[in-house]
């Protein structure tokens, strides 16, 4: 019963993932488009730290040691959505609203034995999504030119983690990275003889990736310690399919005669060599304070065959959680208040040549159920995409992440009295 539930679960996340969209931002003509938040709902609203995050209570997918924090009778599952708000200001047209949202993760965590943790999952990696031209009249004629582009990448993974000598836990994370990016260009001409011309390109994608990751405890007394976090994922190159066509339909979207081709070839795409740190300290069920620093090696990366088409990129990040008092009856005592701040740049570069920063800060809740194992967690975040030149699209965002963890005691052996 309980496979079963999980199978049909996971076939419709994979459902989930292939419809919904998640973004609007011109910005994602560029590259894999814009790469997607690998934290759950708990650590947006510290901010998206992870890396020294270890706590029995959560998943943390960012660092695949902390997986063997696990209770040894507890069966986890989290899945989280996440929608937001865009506000686009290109400094010539004015401000343009956007929402989208959907479906974000989700993932299980159960213990294999004693200091033994597995996990399963499923994630976004990147997002594209947008649309945006012009028009233009001439004499009697008016055209216009239409861009446009949608997918992204996901990524199935397992983890495994062990901890051992009391102060030490090792993981790895193996995943299946996989998903289609389709960029598409239409000409479309009003005359007496009206027709369209179309040409999209595809890029197919699919891969294994790796991740390996270490978290050490220094145990400062019986209910306080610090974790230190260290990540390493190596670059890998993808199995790439790139999809050339070119169409042209007449007024009423039928082909015309015109030419019409498609051409299929293999391109050298990889992901890039990423490095992470971050260290936390924790006193039991009162507070929680971290930090992360994260590096990616985007320039040293293919893109189509090229290396420097892309820059490297770093993120910090730095968040906390505070919970009031779990003793008490109250429910605004035993809520966990977080809050926290990052910041990053771009990976890509725009047509202007420009890169841009992304700031943000988050505000978050971690609301116990009647069970006290189980949480609905809400993140509230605002970021902005600062370009560095002022050509450049700036965008504002404000996003709302809201994920039920579902925690409970599926081996524990019940005795009858």
């Known amino acids: 019963m309980r496979i079963t539930f999980i199978s049909l679960f996971i076939l419709f996340s994979f459902a989930a993932f292939s419809q ?15 790469l997607a938040d690998q934290t759950f709902a708990s650590q947006r609203g510290m901010g998206g730290i992870g890396y020294g995050l270890r706590n029995s209570k959560i998943i943390n997918p960012l660092n695949p040691a902390s997986f063997s924090a696990v209770d040894t009778m507890t069966f986890m599952l989290d899945f989280g959505v996440k929608g937001q708000a865009a506000l686009m200001n ?164 039928q082909i015309t005669g015109y030419p019409v081709y498609y051409s299929t070839q293999d391109s050298v795409c990889q992901m890039p060599e990423t490095f992470g740190v971050g260290i936390t300290y924790r006193k039991l069920n009162k507070l929680t304070v971290g930090a992360d620093f994260r590096y990616e090696k985007w320039a040293e990366a293919k893109f189509y065959d090229q290396t420097n088409y892309l820059t490297n990129r770093m993120k910090i990040n730095a968040g906390m959680e505070y919970i009031p008092n779990l003793m008490k009856n109250q429910l605004l005592s035993k809520i966990h208040y977080r809050a926290g701040a990052y910041f990053a740049n771009s990976y890509i570069i725009d047509s202007n040549g420009s890169k841009y920063n992304e700031y943000g800060v988050s505000v978050g809740f971690g609301i116990p159920m009647v069970d006290r194992r189980s949480f609905v967690n809400m993140a509230f975040e605002y970021s902005r995409l600062a370009p560095q030149k002022t050509a450049s699209m700036s965008e504002q965002y404000f996003k709302l992440t809201l994920s039920y963890t579902f925690n409970e005691l599926w081996f524990f052996k019940r005795k009858l009295q």
């Open 20 to 34: 919904s969209n998640k973004t609007n931002s011109p910005y994602t003509r560029y590259g894999y488009g814009v």
């Open 90 to 253: 290109d400094g010539s047209f004015g401000t343009s609203r956007r929402y989208n949202g959907g479906l974000e993760y989700l993932a299980i965590q159960i213990p294999l034995a004693k200091g033994l943790g597995m996990g399963i999952g499923i994630e976004p990696v990147s997002f594209v999504g947008y649309q945006y031209g012009d028009t233009s009249h001439v004499l009697n004629t008016v055209s216009s030119d239409v861009y446009s582009g949608s997918g992204g990448l996901n990524k199935v993974y397992g983890t495994l983690s062990y901890h051992f000598l009391k102060r030490l836990s090792l993981g790895v994370n193996v995943g299946y990275l996989f998903g289609d990016i389709t960029h598409e260009r239409t000409n479309t001409y009003s005359t007496s003889t009206s027709f369209i011309s179309s040409w999209p390109d595809s890029l197919r994608m699919s891969g294994l990736t790796y991740e390996f990751g270490l978290q050490y405890v220094q145990k400062l007394s019986k209910n306080s310690e610090v974790v230190l976090g260290v990540v390493y994922a190596p670059k890998i190159t993808t199995h790439t399919e790139v999809m050339f066509d070119s169409i042209n339909y007449d007024a009423q979207g």
